[in-house]
């Protein structure tokens, strides 16, 4: 069965400085993979994905993932990152089901807390 | 702007009580899921539902069960609450196929006494 491993449960760093979340996936013949963020006290809202072409995914503000076949790794990274950034962040894979249907399997999750 | 909405918040039930969560989407999705959040557990899939009066069990149903009578609402059903379903519940929705995003409500934070 698919899984998700996020090797971090909490990440703790100080303003600014890079940060990389890590997070690896059991192989399968074809690969879609997200990073969903939730901010204190509100739902999963969607931060990254990667479907196929290009193994640079970007977000819009500022996190990048890259899609490692070979290490089996889809590991969220930030060059500087802000307060605003604190906040839980899951990975996640799409896998099929019996029914032929689709369902995202996601990791336990990694705490990022950025302080000042 | 996409909405998945759950009807409580905050919920707090007695052991033993048949307990209802809503989730209703207006985006026309056809896949309909329920996941239950816990510490250091992360997300766990219920149920969902690709159609309506269709259903798949996910990784731990037992002590659940779902309603899907209407293509926008999906409802989560605790037969006999108990406290170790204590914890976040979370709806979300999504079109078909495997690329297509998730989206979710809010969460329903429930307490079992």
């Known amino acids: 069965a698919q899984s998700v491993t996020q090797l971090d449960s909490q990440v703790p760093v100080f303003e600014e400085a890079p940060v990389e979340l890590r997070c690896n996936y059991s192989s399968s013949v074809s690969v879609y993979l997200f990073w969903y963020v939730q901010y204190p006290n509100q739902g999963l809202q969607l931060l990254l994905k990667?479907?196929?072409?290009?193994?640079l995914v970007e977000s819009i503000n500022g996190f990048e993932a890259e899609f490692n076949k070979s290490q089996t790794s889809f590991h969220l990274r930030k060059p500087s990152v802000h307060i605003s950034d604190t906040a839980e962040y899951f990975c996640?894979?799409?896998?099929?089901?019996?029914?032929?249907?689709?369902?995202?399997?996601f990791g336990k999750g990694t705490k990022l807390t950025v302080n000042p | 702007d996409v909405k998945v909405t759950q009807s409580s918040r905050y919920l707090v039930k007695r052991t033993g009580e048949k307990v209802f969560l809503e989730c209703v989407q207006d985006?026309?999705?056809?896949?309909m899921f329920w996941y239950r959040q816990d510490p250091g557990l992360g997300l766990r899939l219920i149920y969902f539902?690709?159609?309506?009066?269709?259903?798949e069990k996910g990784d731990i149903p037992e002590g659940y069960s779902v309603s899907r009578e209407k293509k926008e609402r999906f409802s989560l059903i605790l037969e006999s609450a108990s406290t170790n379903q204590t914890s976040m519940y979370l709806c979300?929705?999504?079109?078909?196929?495997?690329?297509?995003?998730?989206?979710f409500g809010q969460g329903t934070r429930l307490t079992v006494v």
């Open positions: 996640a894979v799409s896998v099929n089901t019996q029914g032929g249907s689709e369902k995202l399997v």
């Open positions: 985006m026309d999705h056809e896949n």
């Open positions: 539902s690709y159609d309506v009066k269709m259903k």
């Open positions: 979300a929705s999504s079109l078909f196929g495997s690329e297509a995003e998730a989206f």
């Open positions: 990667y479907l196929s072409g290009s193994t």
